[in-house]
């Protein structure tokens, strides 16, 4: 009888082994679909027989679209960058201080980091097959679970992997990819409930096959630290973060990192976006003055989420009817029509005075129409 029950034991574990995915028990496929559903959408191109069959959106589903296929091969479309953040908890490397975190970022041809490498994104998606353009997104966009970058709290670590509160990714360590053959990866195929152990106790690193990532906020929340990384002659910064007080964190939190990692000053004055006793910015962005290690200079265009009082009547209306427009917290998810359409109005109401403003000076084909032309 403890013969069986020792080789059921093994039959389970062996079952594990070979099936078990921390990455598809998770909150994460679920999280990943929503979100995918709701914003990896293209126009349905036209039928000349058939025409638009009544009640149609006009749109599907490019749920399928993977990283390496983004903008063709010939493209002129923007090179996409989606920022994650590496967790490191479990390391004792004194070049991570407090943060336990590093940058970790998804792109069409390479990913991963200065601390891990980088690899072919095409190798990546070939090693987990799940690896796609919508399970980058909602990597990115991973805020909750044990593992949560420089915002993790230990001792809540436990019981949220006990509850199943996990948005973050278990990723194929970019350093090990291209040195592995595919008989490596066969064996160790999944992350298993190893790496869900070392969740729970917040002691992940770097050390096995797998790496785990979460929302790039976690580290730097305005998704500009890799582009003061490549050197970039003009950043525009949308900062669309719940900020009531107006302090400014994820900015100073930027301006830090970019100065201690990348020896990068940024100069800008944000007085004029404050709100006065009537809670009206004066301004809704500010320009400020880039300064590369090498004696280069760039731009910031900085757009910050703020209400001056000459945007449109319904979103004056709004603002009376809800004192904390436009900065609800984010911890209400139940957004209805209304809200989204507000928040949308007010960005496109700030993006439109940046464009109009002659202080601004964009780079060729931006701004050279009305935003909702060809050049949205």
């Known amino acids: 009888t403890e013969w069986i029950v020792y080789l059921g034991a093994l039959a389970l574990w062996f079952f594990n082994y070979l099936v078990a995915n921390v990455n598809r028990t998770s909150l994460h496929p679920f999280y990943r679909d929503r979100l995918s559903r709701t914003f990896l959408i293209a126009p349905v191109p036209p039928d000349p027989g058939r025409g638009r069959e009544r009640g149609s959106s006009g749109v599907h589903s490019v749920d399928t679209l993977r990283l390496s296929e983004l903008g063709g091969e010939h493209s002129a479309a923007p090179y996409h960058l989606v920022n994650t953040a590496l967790n490191l908890q479990g390391k004792r490397d004194p070049q991570l201080r407090q943060r336990k975190t590093i940058p970790f970022v998804l792109a069409k041809r390479f990913s991963g980091s200065d601390y891990t490498g980088y ?102 929340n305005l998704g500009v630290y890799e582009l003061l990384r490549r050197r970039c002659k003009t950043i525009i910064c949308v900062d669309g973060g719940a900020d009531p007080r107006f302090e400014f964190f994820d900015l100073t939190t930027l301006q830090r990192y970019a100065s201690i990692d990348l020896g990068v000053e940024i100069e800008i004055d944000v007085e004029p976006l404050i709100p006065d006793e009537n809670s009206l910015s004066k301004q809704q962005f500010a320009i400020g003055r880039i300064n590369y290690h090498d004696g280069q200079q760039g731009t910031l265009i900085y757009l910050k989420l703020s209400y001056s009082g000459e945007e449109s009547e319904y979103l004056r209306f709004y603002h009376r009817k809800v004192t904390a427009f436009p900065h609800e917290p984010t911890s209400d998810q139940f957004f209805d029509e209304t809200r989204f359409e507000v928040y949308r109005a007010l960005g496109y109401h700030i993006a439109q005075r940046v464009a109009d403003d002659d202080r601004v000076v964009l780079p060729q084909g931006l701004g050279t129409q009305p935003l909702g032309g060809k050049h949205e």
């Open 119 to 220: 690899c072919e994104t095409k190798r990546l998606e070939e090693i987990d097959p799940h690896m796609d353009l919508g399970t980058a997104m909602a990597i990115s966009a991973a805020a909750t679970g044990p593992t949560m970058g420089a915002k993790t709290v230990r001792s809540l670590s436990f019981m949220f992997a006990l509850l199943n509160i996990r948005l973050a990714y278990w990723l194929p360590h970019p350093g090990r990819v291209e040195h592995s053959s595919w008989l490596d990866w066969f064996i160790h195929r999944n992350p298993g409930v190893l790496s869900l152990l070392t969740e729970a106790c917040g002691v992940v690193s770097d050390r096995g096959r797998f790496v785990n990532c979460s929302d790039g906020g976690h580290i730097e």
